[in-house]
């Protein structure tokens, strides 16, 4: 007779248990205990997310909204011609020292960051 058994001891307390019966069912069957309910979770996951993503997008396409014809063609009617040259040249002019701080004024009901 071999020193130790190849058997372990089970106590018939723990083989009642729910966790035990899981366990052992498991090692039949792992397919159908682990992986198929971790799929179906996946896929209700995606179902009921679903709803909120377009929640999102519906939200960020109320903020930035489509110009109509009319609206496009207005803003761009009263727009100088830009030349780089011009533009460095004038820049270069100025005179960067002297300058003040301006804060610049709010939309109505946007928060200003003032404590």
């Known amino acids: ?3 130790f058994q190849s058997k372990t001891f089970k106590s018939s ?14 090692a039949k069957h792992p397919f159908a205990l682990f992986g198929l309910p971790f799929i179906l979770t996946m896929v209700a996951g995606s179902f009921f997310l679903t709803p909120a993503t377009a929640l999102r997008y519906e939200k960020h396409d109320r903020k930035v909204r489509q110009l109509s014809r009319d609206e496009e063609l207005g803003i761009g009617a009263d727009r100088r011609k830009v030349d780089m040259r011009e533009e460095y040249y004038r820049l270069a002019a100025k005179d960067l020292d002297d300058w003040e ?5 709010r939309l ?8």
Do not use: C, F, W
């Not at 307390?13 to 498991?26: E, K, M, V």
């Not at 701080?101 to 004024?105: I, T």
């Open 13 to 26: 307390a723990a083989s009642n248990t729910i966790g035990a019966r899981y366990r052992s069912a498991l």
């Open 108 to 115: 109505p009901g946007e928060h200003d960051g003032v404590l």
């Open 1 to 3: 007779m071999p020193t």
């Open 101 to 105: 701080q301006r804060r610049v004024k």
